[in-house]
């Protein structure tokens, strides 16, 4: 079961399938070398976990078969805790959005006019980290974006997957995506 579980899992990342010395490898592989190895992926994860996406190391390869399955899943973690992070700075900052106007019939000119009374402060981009998110006014409604998994500003020009149709057109993002994290348009 061990072994076919780690075909299966490289199989599922990799072109080359596994050969019978991947195979052996796995079975004669130390268990304190393993528990070792995840200790040292686990400690420099945790050095980079206070980092923005864009600025986080690559996850280390461990040389070890069964620790270079684990730090995949860490890998995709990473970006998911991204984009979750974005998706609430920007509803957040949306709906600050939303209570100033209701307030004063217009949205601001910019973010700092929302300090303090509907933000404490203006959020950070979470893929970036040391920039607020971006903010732009445009006549009776604005456009409101993070600069997205590939770390361009593209000026508020949303995620567009191609080979898709309808709403996962704009709602599925992907590490890889090219182009800014859109209110309205990438998140709902």
């Known amino acids: 079961?061990?072994?076919?579980?780690?075909?299966?899992?490289?199989?599922?990342?990799?072109?080359?399938?596994?050969?019978?010395?991947?195979n052996v490898k796995v079975l004669v592989y130390s268990k304190r070398k393993l528990i070792a190895d995840l200790m040292q992926m686990m400690d420099a994860l945790i050095?980079?976990?206070?980092?923005?996406?864009?600025?986080?190391?690559?996850?280390?390869?461990?040389?070890?078969?069964?620790?270079?399955?684990?730090?995949?899943?860490?890998?995709?973690?990473?970006?998911?805790?991204a984009r979750c992070d974005t998706y609430s700075v920007v509803v957040m900052t949306m709906y600050a959005l939303r209570a100033y106007?209701?307030?004063?019939?217009?949205?601001?000119?910019?973010?700092?006019?929302?300090?303090?009374?509907y933000l404490k402060k203006i959020p950070d981009d979470p893929f970036i980290?040391?920039?607020?998110?971006?903010?732009?006014?445009?006549?009776n409604e604005y456009l409101l974006w993070s600069i997205g998994p590939d770390g361009v500003d593209n000026g508020g020009v949303p995620i567009v997957n191609k080979d898709k149709t309808g709403r996962?057109?704009?709602?599925?993002?992907?590490?890889?995506?090219?182009?800014d994290v859109v209110a309205g348009i990438n998140i709902p």
């Not at 307030?103 to 929302?114: C, F, K, Q, S, W």
């Open 1 to 22: 079961k061990l072994i076919q579980s780690y075909n299966n899992a490289l199989l599922s990342q990799y072109v080359n399938p596994p050969t019978w010395r991947d």
């Open 47 to 81: 050095d980079d976990a206070h980092l923005p996406y864009r600025k986080q190391k690559p996850i280390p390869l461990m040389g070890s078969p069964l620790a270079d399955i684990i730090s995949s899943v860490f890998k995709n973690d990473r970006w998911l805790w």
């Open 101 to 117: 106007k209701l307030d004063r019939g217009h949205y601001p000119e910019n973010l700092n006019a929302l300090l303090p009374e």
């Open 129 to 139: 980290g040391d920039a607020p998110v971006h903010y732009k006014l445009q006549g």
């Open 168 to 179: 996962s057109r704009h709602s599925l993002l992907f590490p890889d995506s090219k182009g």
